[in-house]
């Protein structure tokens, strides 16, 4: 079980100033931020057989969101949606979307995690403000950070903790290990699904649109020049001579 | 997007590519007063005239007790040359030709780069552009066909400037003709007249093709100055079936502020 420790005394309804810029105030969180791909993902999950080991590809795309208050709580995140193929399969494999979310006045990332086979939760872990690596975990049955799961997966597959492992690389990518933990009829022992990738950015992130709103005059980008840019010649050699 | 358009027009990335590169390489290759004039830019398309800090007195008051008075203003004059390229064409570039035919992009930024060079030499009276030549209140030198006498006619040009105190380096814009044969001459003794007249001016000899036998202008700087509110950009105009209907587009206003800095050397 996480523990969160509430840093925010008696008063719960003044709410702090936040950064409008969301990309400065990410924390750990902020190497995650843009548009990544990977095609080794790697996926261990239960079949009636056993269980099976897949790869598949990955598109999670991470972008800034304004910073978010609850009271006193500051939250600064990233909306994510991550969508997964298999290997020559046209079909979603798994669809994904949620929260990261960065707490700097208690040091913690919050996770959230929703899937459309009816299936939620709430994960934190505490964590530096440069971490490059951090872990998160959520249980069934906790008020805080628990798995609520549909009642057809309740019966089946009823996940009963979930964990997962960020690691941020030297080369520019990062990694996540994900483990849920199933109790499944008719099995001894618990299964442990994992999922693995190493995810490379395609693009960068889009900035906050308070962050867009709120910079300086100065630091907008200047409209695109979209002329051939023959400017002056004067310093250039001689056209032939 | 802006006002060129060029997101709507049917020419994927790696064509407009070849078309940009293109048009860059002929435009410098043919633009020649941007050699020796002043330039400031670009200041945008929606820049319309050039604030030349004088006002102009007006007859008739706005009301009894008031004077009135009228900013003068340099109007920044546009440039549009038209050509079309073929969509076939075009399509070879996606599959990895790099020979694209592009004579009509080459033949319009020859037309534009001649537009902007003829209007700084010998004035655009049309759109209320000056020229260097005829705001020049020094007597045309007269010169001929023999080149081996070009140092000296320069050098009586150079002479003028400078007793009208404009100081050097010099530079002369010379007409395609001239340039050709300055390059091929040499004088008694095989001293090449191209190297001759660098020396005599301490600037360039530079091939200008819109320009009549040749000008000697002072590269001291401040005499003259090209304001460009749009530089050379190639827009969409539209397509049909076969081509695509592109243009080659520049705005710019053009500021005498020495008149005496250059000297014609003309035809005698």
């Known amino acids: ?241 | 997007m802006n006002h060129l358009l060029r997101e709507l027009a049917p020419i994927t990335d790696g064509a407009w590519e070849q078309i940009d590169a293109e048009a860059t390489r002929s435009l410098k290759h043919y633009l020649a007063a941007r050699r020796v004039v002043d330039f400031e830019g670009p200041l945008g398309w929606d820049t319309s005239s050039v604030g030349l800090g004088r006002i102009e007195p007006l007859k008739a008051a706005p009301v009894e007790g008031v004077e009135g008075a009228r900013r003068t203003v340099l109007p920044v004059v546009e440039f549009r040359a038209p050509f079309s390229l073929s969509l076939a064409e075009l399509s070879a570039a996606e599959r990895g030709a790099t020979d694209l035919d592009l004579a009509n992009v080459i033949a319009a930024s020859r037309s534009a780069a001649l537009a902007e060079d003829g209007a700084i030499f010998h004035g655009y009276e049309a759109g209320g552009v000056a020229g260097i030549i005829p705001s020049s209140p020094h007597a045309a030198i007269a010169i001929g066909k023999d080149y081996s006498h070009y140092p000296e006619h320069v050098a009586k040009g150079v002479a003028v400037l400078r007793d009208a105190d404009i100081a050097g380096p010099y530079a002369i814009a010379m007409g395609a003709r001239c340039y050709t044969g300055v390059v091929e001459t040499t004088e008694h003794g095989g001293y090449p007249v191209f190297e001759h007249l660098r020396n005599i001016l301490g600037g360039d000899v530079i091939w200008a093709p819109a320009v009549d036998w040749a000008v000697i202008v002072s590269q001291r700087g401040g005499d003259y100055e090209i304001h460009v509110g749009q530089d050379f950009s190639i827009g969409y105009a539209s397509a049909d079936a076969g081509s695509v209907q592109l243009y080659i587009e520049e705005s710019l206003a053009f500021r005498i502020n020495t008149p005496e800095a250059a000297l014609h050397l003309s035809h005698g």
């Open chain 1, 1 to 241: 079980m996480v523990e969160h420790t509430d840093v925010y005394g008696a008063d719960i309804y003044t709410e702090p100033d936040g950064d409008p810029d969301t990309l400065s105030n990410l924390g750990p969180l902020r190497a995650l931020a843009g548009i990544w791909e990977s095609t080794k993902g790697s996926d261990d999950h239960p079949v009636v057989e056993g269980d099976l080991h897949q790869e598949f590809s990955e598109h999670y795309e991470l972008q800034p969101i304004d910073f978010q208050t609850n009271g006193p709580q500051l939250f600064y995140g990233l909306r994510y949606h991550t969508h997964i193929l298999q290997a020559e399969q046209l079909e979603t494999f798994h669809d994904q979307v949620g929260y990261w979310l960065w707490e700097p006045a208690a040091s913690m990332v919050t996770f959230t995690l929703a899937i459309p086979r009816g299936q939620v939760l709430l994960a934190a872990g505490p964590a530096e403000v440069d971490a490059t690596e951090f872990e998160l975990t959520a249980a069934v049955g906790s008020e805080i950070h628990g798995i609520l799961s549909n009642p057809f997966l309740d019966r089946a597959f009823r996940t009963t903790s979930y964990r997962i492992h960020v690691t941020v690389n030297d080369d520019g990518t990062w990694s996540y290990e994900e483990e849920g933990i199933l109790n499944i009829p008719g099995r001894d022992e618990p299964f442990h699904h994992i999922d693995r990738n190493t995810l490379s950015k395609v693009a960068d992130a889009t900035p906050n649109p308070l962050a867009t709103l709120t910079a300086p005059a100065a630091a907008v980008s200047p409209p695109a020049d979209t002329s051939l840019g023959i400017g002056s010649l004067r310093n250039e050699r001689g056209n032939l001579s």
